[in-house]
């Protein structure tokens, strides 16, 4: 786990120093080292900048950026399966002299170019300069658990893996995108390809990017989709024989994470996700893996106590902490910081405390992300497998009457109703979904907070709405079902968006890396062909997963509500953090942008603090995006 800077500057007005500032912004990502190299090229000036985070190879030889003949690379992330490779390229008469996957990268990648990607095992942002060729190649792993960020107008080209790191280069102009600030305020974070800033785009998961030095011209390809796995026939294979294969697969894949020279431990929730991961890396070993969980001293919304049942009876080495409020609270001022594209989901607070806790004894950690996403997980696919029918079966006249009925009755107007929590947003979801009851309509009903009737009316910038992975069309109706099109969205968006992003910023806020063993690309592969109702089985979400937790961990264990660690940020707007809200949502705060309109928020603060709860999320969104402004454009 590293961090990775650099520009490919047609004008050649960049300098070492340009980018040593743009290198030096992101010392959490890399502590044990930095690297810069400048060359003139022919057509280029290229210049490529490395924070490292030793993991595997810790001696200096294995340091970046690295040179492989006409080869140099910047490197992000980790090849679990480099000495696999790394003995087949010996066997084709490659020599190496280190023994990191950063050198394995640049000789497979001249072995067999492109083709090396299918057989890189990992997480990964790369930025390979092939002199030979005249060309540049960058490349994101599948799912996208590293970012890269990059900027390209004007010829120069300038890349990172943090907004932070082209914000400190001299000629990057700090343009606010007004589509994806609108973007935020409806998902919480801004889709891939796009950035807050113009001009400025992620390279989106599976895809690389190429950049021809000869003519400047920038290609996009995507070198593995998703969709080519669930757009396949089901397997046909036994559902006891599913769970039997799947926990292999499993197995294998979380193996690979151990991977490392440095002491590895795991986030252990105790919910499914995180057993599962926990309970079959213990399995066989007489060490005992290092599993790390963060409580609540109040008590409430805590998974830590179970948490510990768990590790007790998995017999591992564990380490739980319980923070006060005051400790979660004390996070938010720094989240601009490190989340430096304006970011939304509150559960970066437990998780930036958990990797703290984790550091002072690891240098890796395993989180159990994806699982929802992969095995159908989320409360909303049991929404659409108990509703989505019922609101089809309504005839298409009597739907469309009732949505023009409540769009003319406003919420306001309706006794009694009015007064409870959440009844507004629903009122709004249900208008929504009588007027289209399609999944896609269903999974952005549950997905945002401002509507799009409310962004019309917030945003004061015009703008027009981002083309995102959300309404992908790329499931084939021979393969069509409602639950594999919502994973198959969630997969690369929400995951990717959100939840990686947010571990990644996290971990690498006190330099710890973080894994995702349910990413292995086997995993997906293997789960996107199942049938799909050996995942969601009688109603029961993640049916396989379960059942292989059942192997390790009694059933009466397990079953019990799912609960993670609680954040109450109604309650923290409402008091602690009023303070903070009336300062950047006031009107000169607002006022400094021009992108909001001005009396509708005003309206939304004055309800909320007369009663209207309901609309913290709202509150919660705006501020984060208030003080990200604050730290990085004001």
């Given at each position: 786990?590293?961090?990775?800077?650099?520009?490919?500057?047609?004008?050649?007005?960049?300098?070492?120093?340009?980018?040593?500032?743009?290198?030096?912004?992101?010392?959490?990502?890399?502590?044990?080292?930095?690297?810069?190299?400048?060359?003139?090229?022919?057509?280029?000036?290229?210049?490529?900048?490395?924070?490292?985070?030793?993991?595997?190879?810790?001696?200096?030889?294995?340091?970046?950026?690295?040179?492989?003949?006409?080869?140099?690379?910047?490197?992000?992330?980790?090849?679990?399966?480099?000495?696999?490779?790394?003995?087949?390229?010996?066997?084709?008469?490659?020599q190496f002299e280190t023994h990191s996957d950063t050198e394995v990268i640049l000789h497979s990648w001249k072995a067999?170019?492109?083709?090396?990607?299918?057989?890189?095992?990992?997480?990964?942002?790369?930025?390979?300069?092939?002199?030979?060729?005249?060309?540049?190649?960058?490349?994101?792993?599948?799912?996208?658990?590293?970012?890269?960020?990059?900027?390209?107008?004007?010829?120069?080209?300038?890349?990172?893996?943090?907004?932070?790191?082209?914000?400190?280069?001299?000629?990057?102009?700090?343009?606010?995108?007004?589509?994806?600030?609108?973007?935020?305020?409806?998902?919480?974070?801004?889709?891939?390809?796009?950035?807050?800033?113009?001009?400025?785009?992620?390279?989106?998961?599976?895809?690389?990017?190429?950049?021809?030095?000869?003519?400047?011209?920038v290609a996009l390809r995507q070198y593995w989709n998703v969709y080519d796995y669930y757009n396949r026939p089901k397997?046909?294979?036994?559902?006891?024989?599913?769970?039997?294969?799947?926990?292999?697969?499993?197995?294998?894949?979380?193996?690979?994470?151990?991977?490392?020279?440095?002491?590895?431990?795991?986030?252990?929730?105790?919910?499914?996700?995180?057993?599962?991961?926990?309970?079959?890396?213990?399995?066989?070993?007489?060490?005992?893996?290092?599993?790390?969980?963060?409580?609540?001293?109040?008590?409430?919304?805590?998974?830590?106590?179970?948490?510990?049942?768990?590790?007790?009876?998995?017999?591992?080495?564990?380490?739980?902490?319980?923070?006060?409020?005051?400790?979660?609270?004390?996070?938010?001022?720094?989240?601009?910081?490190?989340?430096?594209?304006?970011?939304?989901?509150?559960?970066?607070?437990?998780?930036m405390l958990v990797c703290k806790l984790a550091r002072q004894q690891v240098t890796v950690a395993l989180s159990a992300?994806?699982?929802?996403?992969?095995?159908?997980?989320?409360?909303?696919?049991?929404?659409?497998?108990?509703?989505?029918?019922?609101?089809?079966?309504?005839?298409?006249?009597?739907?469309?009457?009732?949505?023009?009925?409540?769009?003319?009755?406003?919420?306001?107007?309706?006794?009694?109703?009015?007064?409870?929590?959440?009844?507004?947003?629903?009122?709004?979801?249900?208008?929504?979904?009588?007027?289209?009851?399609?999944?896609?309509?269903?999974?952005?009903?549950?997905?945002?907070?401002?509507?799009?009737?409310?962004?019309?009316?917030?945003?004061?910038?015009?703008?027009?709405?981002?083309?995102?992975?959300?309404?992908?069309?790329?499931?084939?109706?021979?393969?069509?079902?409602?639950?594999?099109?919502?994973?198959?969205?969630?997969?690369?968006?929400?995951?990717?968006?959100?939840?990686?992003?947010?571990?990644?910023?996290?971990?690498?806020?006190?330099?710890?890396?973080?894994?995702?063993?349910?990413?292995?690309?086997?995993?997906?592969?293997?789960?996107?062909?199942?049938?799909?109702?050996?995942?969601?089985?009688?109603?029961?979400?993640?049916?396989?997963?379960?059942?292989?937790?059942?192997?390790?961990?009694?059933?009466?264990?397990?079953?019990?509500?799912?609960?993670?660690?609680?954040?109450?940020?109604?309650?923290?707007?409402?008091?602690?953090?009023?303070?903070?809200?009336?300062?950047?949502?006031?009107?000169?705060?607002?006022?400094?942008?021009?992108?909001?309109?001005?009396?509708?928020?005003?309206?939304?603060?004055?309800?909320?603090?007369?009663?209207?709860?309901?609309?913290?999320?709202?509150?919660?969104?705006?501020?984060?995006?208030?003080?990200?402004?604050?730290?990085?454009?004001?």
């Open positions: 786990m590293c961090g990775i800077a650099g520009f490919i500057d047609f004008k050649r007005r960049s300098t070492l120093d340009d980018l040593r500032k743009m290198t030096v912004v992101m010392p959490h990502r890399g502590p044990d080292g930095q690297g810069e190299f400048l060359e003139d090229l022919p057509l280029a000036r290229i210049g490529l900048g490395h924070r490292r985070l030793s993991i595997i190879d810790l001696s200096h030889a294995a340091d970046q950026p690295m040179h492989f003949e006409d080869l140099s690379i910047v490197f992000n992330g980790e090849v679990y399966n480099y000495d696999e490779i790394r003995n087949e390229l010996i066997g084709l008469g490659h067999w170019g492109i083709d090396a990607i299918k057989k890189w095992r990992g997480m990964f942002a790369i930025f390979i300069l092939d002199r030979a060729q005249q060309k540049v190649t960058c490349i994101r792993d599948r799912a996208g658990v590293k970012p890269f960020y990059y900027y390209f107008k004007d010829g120069l080209f300038l890349f990172g893996s943090e907004l932070k790191c082209l914000m400190a280069h001299p000629n990057f102009p700090k343009v606010i995108d007004p589509a994806a600030v609108a973007s935020f305020l409806q998902y919480g974070y801004v889709s891939a390809p796009y950035s807050i800033f113009k001009d400025t785009q992620k390279i989106e998961p599976g895809h690389l990017l190429e950049v021809n030095l000869k003519n400047e011209q397997i046909a294979i036994s559902l006891p024989e599913a769970i039997k294969e799947t926990e292999i697969i499993l197995k294998k894949a979380f193996e690979y994470r151990m991977v490392s020279d440095v002491p590895v431990g795991v986030f252990l929730s105790g919910g499914y996700d995180s057993t599962c991961v926990t309970a079959l890396l213990q399995q066989g070993r007489t060490d005992k893996i290092k599993t790390f969980t963060i409580g609540t001293t109040d008590g409430k919304m805590d998974e830590a106590p179970f948490a510990k049942e768990i590790a007790q009876r998995l017999g591992t080495d564990h380490t739980e902490y319980y923070c006060s409020i005051d400790e979660a609270l004390d996070i938010i001022p720094s989240l601009p910081e490190y989340y430096d594209e304006p970011f939304a989901d509150s559960s970066a607070i437990p998780t992300d994806a699982g929802d996403e992969i095995f159908a997980g989320y409360n909303r696919y049991d929404y659409i497998s108990r509703y989505g029918d019922k609101l089809k079966s309504i005839p298409a006249p009597l739907r469309k009457l009732g949505a023009f009925a409540m769009s003319k009755i406003s919420s306001e107007a309706i006794p009694v109703l009015k007064s409870k929590a959440n009844f507004h947003s629903r009122y709004d979801k249900l208008k929504n979904l009588l007027q289209d009851p399609s999944p896609a309509q269903l999974l952005k009903n549950l997905s945002v907070v401002f509507s799009d009737d409310e962004m019309r009316s917030f945003m004061a910038a015009s703008y027009k709405e981002l083309y995102t992975a959300h309404t992908s069309t790329a499931l084939e109706d021979a393969y069509y079902d409602p639950l594999s099109f919502m994973m198959a969205v969630d997969y690369q968006t929400y995951l990717a968006d959100d939840i990686l992003q947010k571990v990644d910023r996290a971990g690498m806020s006190v330099a710890l890396e973080g894994r995702e063993p349910f990413l292995d690309q086997h995993i997906i592969e293997w789960a996107a062909q199942l049938p799909t109702s050996y995942k969601y089985h009688n109603g029961i979400k993640k049916y396989p997963l379960r059942e292989i937790v059942h192997h390790y961990i009694p059933k009466e264990m397990m079953d019990r509500p799912k609960m993670g660690f609680g954040i109450p940020v109604n309650d923290w707007l409402q008091n602690a953090l009023k303070p903070l809200v009336l300062e950047h949502l006031s009107d000169a705060a607002i006022q400094q942008h021009s992108l909001f309109n001005l009396q509708v928020v005003q309206k939304l603060v004055r309800e909320f603090y007369a009663g209207r709860t309901e609309k913290y999320l709202k509150i919660w969104y705006l501020l984060m995006f208030q003080m990200w402004y604050k730290k990085w454009i004001a």
